[in-house]
């Protein structure tokens, strides 16, 4: 139906000011398969009068066009040798400091329908069940926040119901039979011991982070790939100052702070990349 | 488990859906016209999660099938998608006021149509 240049642009333009997604060139198709619905049902003839009515209405349309450009694409335990380490090395370390601090903070920055940090959460009981409760401190003295700037997607992450489909991707039998209730045919729920231990909140990226943190492990995986290298640069600025001296940074499997910032040094977990904010950074 | 309705009068068109539904997880129930559609509709309301919808078929249109699905209070509240060669913006909107979630234009790749059905059932797309 060929969206024009300048319909495309104004979109485009918009949405990079109120997310920092960048929509790149040649990416027509995704304004148009996304936003037409939208754009029809707010009574508009084409995308520049949806655009006027973004810019003179900061209502829920704005929100509404946000989040039906972000990509959520997400899964189980998504890459493994991440989460090797993760249940290996990281939670055992995080444990440890559970026993000597009062709470361990954990923080998925871009948490989509909350795999992410369920997954981080089912880990983290697991670890406590394997060492048979003995010396491993409560759960209750981790904390997980879990924010996203979409709201549809909280809305699925903090109900922690799933179809067989979004089940089928990643997530372990074992895990499946322990970690989550039947409800229906084809629903499963996460555990109430889990869901408790995240907290869900709507956040953008873009913004503040004073009053976040301070961390000990912070999860900001595969999101800063749809921004500009100014806006990487000035998220990752906001993350190392977010994390506590030992505090570790996780990203993407393909993603590098290199170039963006020089506060952070590689440290090998496992077979996995993590960062942490370099002595006297 | 969850089932997808193709409506469409292509034979071809039917079973590419069906694999792209099976690939999801989906089973995919089938009918190659408007009549037959509502009927299968009517029998597996409470199964079916999006209707994929052709625009131009013998007999009833895509467009005629929406409006009468969506004046039946049984089953309108089961989302339609359109899939349709017809991707002018005229088109789509006038799918979109008669109450259709989404629409996918032909032809389509496979991956265009397994992410437009996440989108359709609101499951996010890829
Ligand atoms: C591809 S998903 C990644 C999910 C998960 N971290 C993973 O690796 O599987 C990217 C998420 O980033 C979110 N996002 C995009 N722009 C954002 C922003 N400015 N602030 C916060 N979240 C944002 C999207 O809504 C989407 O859910």
Redesign the pocket.
């Known amino acids: 139906m060929a969206i024009s240049r300048e319909e495309f642009d104004l979109i485009r333009s918009f949405v990079h000011e109120h997310?920092?997604?960048q929509i790149g060139e040649g990416k027509e198709y995704l304004v148009e398969n996304r936003l037409t619905v939208l754009m029809v049902q707010n009574g508009c003839k084409d995308f520049i009068e949806l655009h006027k009515k973004l810019v003179a209405d900061a209502g829920p349309l704005r929100a509404k066009v946000v989040d039906a450009m972000?990509?959520?694409?997400?899964?189980w335990f998504?890459d493994a040798s991440f989460f090797s380490a993760v249940s290996d090395f990281i939670v055992p370390q995080l444990m440890e400091k559970a026993a000597r601090q009062p709470q361990v903070r954990i923080w998925s920055a871009?948490?989509?329908t909350g795999?992410?940090p369920y997954s981080i959460a089912m880990l983290l009981d697991h670890a406590r069940r394997k060492s048979r409760g003995q010396q491993a401190p409560p759960l209750e003295k981790f904390q997980i926040l879990a924010?996203?700037?979409?709201p549809s997607?909280l809305v699925i992450a903090a109900a922690g119901r799933y179809n067989q489909l979004a089940i089928s991707r990643g997530m372990r039998e074992a895990f499946l039979e322990r970690y989550f209730n039947k409800t229906g045919t084809m629903a499963y729920e996460v555990d109430p011991a889990i869901r408790k231990l995240v907290t869900f909140q709507q956040?953008?990226?873009?913004n503040s982070f004073d009053g976040l943190g301070p961390f000990d492990l912070i999860?900001c995986?595969?999101?800063l790939i749809?921004f500009s290298n100014e806006l990487k640069a000035e998220i990752y600025r906001k993350l190392h100052a977010r994390l506590t001296p030992d505090g570790l940074l996780a990203i993407?499997a393909s993603e590098s702070p290199r170039g963006y910032t020089s506060n952070f040094e590689q440290v090998m977990v496992g077979g996995a990349a993590l960062f942490r904010p370099k002595k006297g950074s | 488990m969850i089932k997808l309705l193709t409506i469409d009068d292509s034979r071809t068109i039917r079973r590419v859906i069906s694999g792209i539904g099976a690939m999801l997880g989906f089973e995919v129930l089938e009918a190659e016209n408007g009549a037959e559609g509502l009927a299968v509709l009517g029998e597996h309301v409470h199964e079916i999660g999006l209707v994929l919808l052709d625009w131009n078929m013998p007999g009833m249109n895509g467009l005629e099938v929406l409006k009468s699905a969506k004046a039946n209070p049984r089953i309108r509240h089961i989302p339609v998608m359109m899939v349709t060669t017809e991707g002018e913006r005229d088109y789509i909107i006038q799918a979109i006021q008669a109450g259709a979630v989404h629409y996918q234009t032909k032809p389509f790749s496979q991956e265009e149509m397994a992410t437009r059905i996440l989108e359709a059932m609101g499951m996010g797309g890829a």
Request: proline share 0%.
């Open positions: 997310s920092g997604i972000t990509t959520n694409e997400t899964l998504r871009a948490c989509s795999q992410e924010t996203d700037i979409s997607v956040f953008n990226l873009k999860l995986r595969n999101v749809y993407g």
